[in-house]
């Protein structure tokens, strides 16, 4: 390729990612996952199109369980421990046991309507058998959904996806014609509970080597991070483990630890997360042949008919039994069971292999996932009005970004104000941080200063808190608490806890009070004096009386 040659490709792609990124804003307002428009960016510049035709599907398979990983990445890096952590049972049964009554099911509808041989049949299901990680991320994201429900879903659609492709390599494979349910099944086990413990070792180890590190520039923590997860990927499928879940696994506990840069490389995650949308949904929408879907639309609304109607109604009811899951909540659940990107890639396993079937496999999955996710992505935010389970009006939480001061053994904690938190108007001296922190400077409307005993805290600062590396977790849990209860934090029970409780006034966090009660006195004692006159005060952490000369309060404080 000459030099001219690459930079109309390089010019094209460029255009082709500028396209895809301006998308999001349409699909965001349409309520609908990206999925559809890189989808039709594929389709529009592929074979019936543009005339660029690609047809490797062993590519597209290798390409997308990379940019799968990637994705799953993202997701356990953007997500709560302590959130998922209460439905990590319920999670795990829908993507493991669910997924094979989804499976089972859907393949007796499919072998007993459209006269499909099981083998067909099984894998038409198992394609279709996991929810997508990226459009459940994509669309439940942005509904104010309660939070085991939404942690439900969106655990559920990050464990659920390695069963589906496990299952799926094994029916293409020759254990297909060995029928041995035990080894099968044997197989899947040791893949799942392999592929969590390297992803364990993998995260524990990437913990502990970076927040050692004081590596030179700040961009270099989110590169290692992505780094280690796909390093559990490929480890994991070096000894024919589950890649998909220890990359997940990885993330799940990297987004949990405290790294440096913390806001920074999950804002790099992010990033990489939507260019491997990005390139997998345009690679797939290259891959298929327009001409062919017609055909393929009767069996795609049986299929997923049944799916949508029957067998995820069936997974959902028999799955959360014991566990008190409200039926409001079921019925969202059976009906957010989106599919995206990963069907499609898994039914590009049947087409690498050369199966008979595989053209019609991958062809019925293409059209399933555009038309079904056309009638569920729109819907789920009318569904969940009409159930009355949103909870608008959340209150957002403090974002803390860290970086190591190696040398001192101390760190620098960027604490980020945004509108509703019950830090704003507060004092800084009422903060009472551990000894050991101190607020050094605040920032504020582009420009910085040193905050005195009299700078009181607004939406939009930046404070910038140096602490010891022993004080850091007690300063985090005070300034999470006074954002979410105010100065008088404890007097309300609120600790900084992460999630925060849901704790009312006792005779117990009252007697922990006095120092709250002080520094509200001390507060309101304050009175914005031009005098020259001495004012006793209260000091709000010694409680003694001490005189100072008032000034004027400037637009700094």
């Not at 074979?47 to 390409?63: I, K, V, W």
């Not at 049972?89 to 509808?109: D, Q």
């Not at 999955?365 to 009006?393: D, E, H, K, N, Y």
């Not at 004096?529 to 005060?537: A, D, F, M, N």
Request: glycine share 10%.
């Amino acid at each position: 390729m000459s030099a001219a040659e690459l930079n109309v490709v390089l010019a094209g792609a460029m255009l082709v990612l500028l396209a895809a990124t301006a998308a999001v804003r349409l699909s965001a307002k349409a309520g609908l996952p990206t999925l559809l428009v890189y989808l039709a960016i594929g389709l529009v510049i592929g074979e019936a199109g543009l005339g660029l035709e690609f047809e490797d599907a062993q590519l597209t398979q290798n390409l997308g369980l990379i940019a799968l990983a990637l994705i799953l990445a993202e997701g356990g890096l953007t997500t709560r421990w302590s959130v998922i952590r209460p439905v990590v049972g319920l999670s795990a049964i829908l993507a493991t046991l669910g997924v094979a009554i989804s499976v089972a099911v859907t393949a007796f509808v499919a072998h007993a309507a459209l006269n499909f041989d099981w083998r067909t049949s099984i894998l038409l299901a198992a394609a279709v058998g996991s929810t997508d990680a990226a459009a459940v991320f994509s669309v439940l994201r942005r509904l104010p959904l309660p939070g085991r429900l939404g942690a439900t879903l969106e655990a559920e659609s990050g464990f659920n996806d390695p069963p589906v492709v496990i299952l799926v390599t094994l029916v293409v494979s020759d254990a297909w014609s060995q029928a041995n349910p035990v080894v099968a099944l044997g197989q899947v086990g040791y893949q799942l509970v392999v592929g969590v413990l390297v992803g364990l070792v993998v995260g524990r180890v990437a913990q502990w080597v970076l927040s050692r590190s004081a590596l030179p520039a700040a961009g270099l923590y989110p590169i290692a991070t992505l780094a280690m997860a796909l390093l559990a990927y490929a480890g994991a499928g070096m000894v024919n483990a589950s890649g998909l879940l220890a990359a997940y696994v990885t993330g799940l506990w990297l987004g949990n630890a405290r790294l440096p840069h913390r806001r920074a490389t999950l804002g790099f995650a992010e990033g990489t997360a939507w260019l491997a949308q990005i390139g997998l949904f345009v690679l797939l929408g290259l891959l298929v042949s327009p001409a062919r879907l017609p055909a393929a639309l009767v069996p795609a609304l049986v299929v997923g008919g049944a799916l949508l109607l029957l067998a995820r109604p069936l997974t959902v009811l028999l799955c959360t039994t014991g566990f008190r899951v409200p039926w409001r909540e079921k019925v969202f659940m059976a009906w957010a069971g989106l599919r995206g990107a990963v069907p499609i890639v898994v039914a590009t396993i049947p087409l690498s292999a050369g199966l008979p079937a595989a053209t019609t496999i991958f062809d019925v999955v293409f059209v399933l996932v555009v038309v079904f996710t056309l009638i569920q992505g729109p819907t789920l935010p009318f569904l969940a009005r009409w159930l009355g389970i949103g909870s608008a009006g959340q209150a957002r939480d403090l974002t803390v970004e860290s970086a190591p001061l190696e040398e001192v053994g101390a760190e620098l904690l960027q604490v980020g104000v945004p509108p509703g938190s019950r830090l704003v108007g507060v004092y800084v001296d009422e903060l009472r941080l551990p000894t050991g922190a101190a607020v050094s400077l605040v920032v504020r409307t582009g420009r910085a200063f040193v905050p005195t005993v009299d700078t009181v805290v607004r939406a939009g600062d930046q404070l910038l808190v140096v602490t010891t590396e022993s004080a850091r977790p007690q300063t985090e849990r005070r300034l999470r608490a006074v954002g979410r209860a105010g100065r008088l934090a404890r007097w309300f029970g609120e600790h900084g806890d992460d999630p925060p409780p849901a704790a009312k006034p006792t005779a117990d966090s009252a007697a922990n009070a006095t120092a709250d009660l002080a520094a509200d006195s001390a507060a309101r004692s304050r009175t914005p004096s031009t005098s020259g006159r001495l004012v006793r005060r209260i000091h709000p952490r010694t409680h003694r009386a001490r005189s100072i000369r008032p000034r004027t309060r400037t637009d700094i404080s």
